[in-house]
């Protein structure tokens, strides 16, 4: 069983900065891609960065420029450092991972969710 562990949430004014934390544990062999997203309420489920076992990275556009996605693979930890922050970045933000056991199978794990509000 894969755990997420989600932390950095809250509240920020406008222009401000926030980072996110996402730690998994369990007996895991392989973390293949490690993601943000963010859902509000009425809205789907939308990609906000990820990051793969390569280091190498996709953002939404809303958030180029603006948010950086980090990996600890050690730590298995995936880390959302978010500047220069808008009203409209406020959201539940959902870790995601892809994991593999050893096997060819591949399966996917979501944190709990973090709020992020931003407001003055």
């Known amino acids: 069983q894969v755990q997420l562990v989600e932390s950095g949430g809250g509240l920020v004014q406008p222009g401000g900065s926030l980072g996110l934390s996402c730690a998994a544990s369990?007996?895991?062999?392989?973390?293949?891609?490690m993601a943000w997203y963010r859902q509000t309420p009425g809205k789907q489920r939308e990609l906000v960065a990820a990051?793969?076992?390569?280091?190498?990275?996709n953002y939404a556009d809303s958030v180029k420029g603006r948010f950086t996605i980090s990996r600890d693979n050690v730590k298995k930890t995936v880390y959302l450092q978010m500047n220069s922050l808008k009203p409209e970045d406020t959201s539940v933000y959902y870790c995601?991972?892809?994991?593999?056991?050893?096997?060819?199978?591949?399966?996917?794990?979501w944190g709990q969710g973090t709020q992020v509000t931003v407001s003055s």
């Open positions: 995601n991972v892809v994991v593999g056991f050893g096997t060819p199978s591949r399966f996917e794990y």
């Open positions: 369990g007996t895991i062999f392989s973390i293949y891609s």
């Open positions: 990051v793969t076992s390569g280091g190498r990275t």
